[in-house]
């Protein structure tokens, strides 16, 4: 039973379709008020009314039933009760039956959508800045598949650019097979560290690094053979954090797979009079729009970042015709991405609008801020081994006798990263701490895998739940219902505003409401209806809280 729905459509206001109605109905956070609320501010600029006035017509000519069992009108808010019992169960019901489903829907049925995420550059550390958008894009390419969409996921590699001669300068001159094997990524960036601490003394060599840049461009052998491998040692390091933190990806194809690719757009935004030469280089002019030019070749003829990223846009709309492209990348690129839309516009591409960029904040550590020029970084995968190590010494302290401990102190460790990284919205700067991210009473994901636990180990010693009815469910009882019928439209709400902070906060709500009636009600050792009904609750909170931490990325141990 959907009784937003049920309600919106009950109520008769006069240029309000019922689907909006539906969509304005909340459920109020103190149910003494009512079981749903319709606020009628929203309405009193088209009905020409004070919304207490709205609040009131509607109340005296809405019909109670068995359903919505009273109505009340206070300060502009219409307040429904409905009848407990039947909410109850139609709630619990579609938990239990629905199980790993509870949540998901097939609102994306033939959509594909693009997520561009990671995004990480070739040879350079896997850093804490790279936090967010590997975790905010893993929670969205998960929460689009649970809504029935087809997805792909697409690790842009910055795998472009003269940095790549470079390196491989550094390679022939201090480097050897052996040490870079080994040290992989570590390796690799000393080597750049060195031939930038050369190339100081020595201007020269940045020309015989272009060289090889040209050389990759060019497609010859040797130095084609060296950037391939360059690019599979990164990936072996990277790969290593995907995998701990559940991260896929559908394409690898990053900016040099674009390198023969620029061609044809150059040429169409040439067709279309888009091109203006300035200084020697050909440029999109964007003046009219209130932003710098974005520039498409340089002087001597080289691609920029913009350039790949139009063609990878071509690219992406031909071979999976998108229904949408999301682009989780750092809001220090929203000009790059609001320039780079702006001229798939003007080149009258209408898939313009279907293209997002999901911004997001920095991440500082507490301990300091780090400096990529340095080569101080701090590592994303240091980050989580700390996490774990903190992690096992706390549960080693609280339960040294659980089974698994290492096993369950990694799930812990690195839940809590993930959890931390999603837990406010994304646009806001994280300053990641560890205490922080591990309290086990605060809102965080131990908290959460704790919780679950719980429920797992009230399911075990209540063993088979036997014939229930939630007729007279008390308050805690009753939120606890109301809090796990928010679900669905929690995740709906988090694929639209790409937000999957809202399934943190849900998952740390419905802890605290779990947590209230556990510790407010007795389960083991009440009468057969009471039991049965509080086991119900907590396996439908189980159900769904596995649901909602899995879509972020987070594993539940059955113990803790
Ligand atoms: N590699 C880029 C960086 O580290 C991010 C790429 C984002 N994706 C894109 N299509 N521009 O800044």
Not at 220 to 246: I, N, P, Q, S
Not at 382 to 405: Q, T, Y
């Given at each position: 039973m ?23 109905i ?64 139609s ?6 039956s ?43 390419y ?32 201090w ?22 601490e ?10 015989e690094?272009?060289?090889y ?5 060019n497609?010859d ?11 599979e040692?990164t ?8 995998k ?33 030469l ?18 498409i070749?340089?002087?001597?003829g ?40 702006k ?7 209408d ?37 774990k ?7 080693n302290?609280?339960?040294?006798n ?12 690195t839940?809590?990263v993930i ?19 591990l ?41 606890l219902?109301?809090?796990?019928e ?20 849900y ?13 407010d ?10 039991k ?12 769904t ?11 539940t141990?059955?113990?803790?």
């Amino acid at each position: 039973m959907n009784y937003k729905n049920y309600i919106s459509k009950k109520l008769n206001i006069e240029g309000v379709s019922p689907e909006e109605i539906e969509s304005y109905i909340v459920l109020p956070p103190d149910t003494s008020m009512g079981d749903f609320a319709l606020p009628c501010f929203k309405f009193a600029k088209i009905l020409r009314k004070a919304p207490n006035m709205i609040a009131e017509d509607l109340k005296n000519s809405f019909k109670v039933d068995d359903v919505i069992t009273s109505v009340s009108a206070v300060n502009g808010y219409l307040n429904f009760t409905v009848n407990r019992s039947s909410f109850a169960s139609s709630v619990i019901s579609s938990v239990l039956s629905l199980g790993d489903k509870y949540g998901s829907a097939n609102i994306g049925e033939n959509k594909t959508v693009v997520i561009d995420y990671s995004s990480i550059n070739i040879a350079k550390p896997f850093h804490i800045g790279h936090l967010s958008t590997t975790v905010i894009g893993g929670a969205l390419y998960r929460i689009y598949k649970f809504l029935g969409y087809n997805v792909v996921g697409v690790n842009h590699l910055g795998d472009y650019g003269t940095q790549f001669g470079k390196l491989i300068y550094a390679y022939k001159h201090w480097g050897n097979k052996e040490e870079v094997e080994k040290g992989r990524i570590r390796e690799l960036t000393r080597l750049y560290v060195k031939y930038h601490e050369e190339a100081e003394k020595d201007p020269s060599m940045d020309d015989e690094a272009r060289s090889y840049f040209k050389k990759i461009e060019n497609g010859d052998e040797e130095c084609l053979a060296l950037f391939k491998w360059f690019k599979e040692l990164t990936l072996v390091d990277v790969e290593k954090v995907y995998k701990e933190l559940d991260i896929h990806f559908d394409s690898y194809n990053g900016e040099s797979f674009y390198n023969d690719k620029m061609e044809p757009v150059i040429k169409e935004l040439d067709e279309k009079g888009l091109l203006t030469l300035s200084d020697g280089a050909k440029i999109v002019d964007l003046s009219a729009y209130d932003m710098p030019p974005c520039l498409i070749l340089r002087s001597d003829g080289a691609s920029l970042y913009a350039t790949r990223d139009l063609a990878a846009a071509f690219y992406r709309k031909n071979t999976y015709d998108f229904y949408k492209c999301l682009y989780v990348v750092a809001y220090q690129q929203n000009l790059h991405f609001k320039q780079f839309f702006k001229v798939l516009e003007l080149m009258g591409k209408d898939w313009a609008k279907d293209m997002e960029h999901v911004a997001f904040g920095m991440v500082s550590l507490e301990e300091g801020t780090m400096s990529t020029r340095k080569g101080n970084v701090v590592l994303l995968e240091d980050v989580i081994n700390k996490c774990k190590e903190k992690a096992f010494s706390v549960i080693n302290e609280k339960n040294p006798n659980l089974e698994n401990k290492e096993e369950i102190a990694s799930m812990v460790g690195t839940g809590a990263v993930i959890f931390g990284a999603l837990s406010s919205s994304r646009i806001k700067d994280i300053v990641f701490s560890y205490d922080k991210v591990l309290n086990f009473d605060g809102e965080t994901g131990p908290y959460c895998q704790y919780t679950y636990a719980r429920c797992n180990s009230v399911l075990k010693k209540g063993g088979e739940i036997g014939e229930y009815t939630l007729d007279n469910l008390n308050e805690d009882e009753y939120n606890l219902v109301s809090e796990l019928e928010k679900f669905p439209s929690v995740v709906n709400l988090a694929h639209e505003k790409y937000e999957p902070s809202m399934i943190t906060r849900y998952a740390v709500d419905l802890c605290s409401t779990f947590n209230k009636f556990y510790f407010d009600c007795k389960i083991i050792g009440e009468e057969e209806n009471v039991k049965n009904c509080r086991l119900a609750l907590t396996k439908a909170t189980l159900i769904t809280l596995k649901n909602a931490l899995t879509l972020l990325g987070i594993k539940t141990p059955e113990k803790m």
